[in-house]
């Protein structure tokens, strides 16, 4: 199943990116980990619904979207 949507303010998006991490299988490098998100089918909408109409933004996390990390997934250095 993919990972389900959040809302997130900017003092709390920095505070998720700042406290956790996922590891590369490597060791060499380190993502921003994506909490768990809503998964009610409502809330979901709710914020497709914003994204749309342009009261939010869409973030993609780099790294860990499909579950795993691999050389594809590291950002640009």
Do not use: C
Not at 23 to 32: A, C, E, M, N, T
Not at 44 to 49: E, H
Not at 54 to 65: K, L
């Amino acid at each position: 199943m993919k990972r389900a949507p959040n809302a997130y303010t900017f003092s709390s998006l920095a505070k998720v990116a700042s406290g956790e991490a996922t590891i590369s299988d490597d060791g060499k490098k380190w993502y921003p980990a994506r909490p768990e998100g809503l998964r009610s089918f409502r809330s979901r909408l709710r914020l497709a619904w914003e994204v749309f109409s342009g009261r939010a933004d869409v973030i993609r996390w780099p790294g860990n979207q499909s579950g795993h990390i691999g050389p594809e997934d590291a950002p640009n250095d």
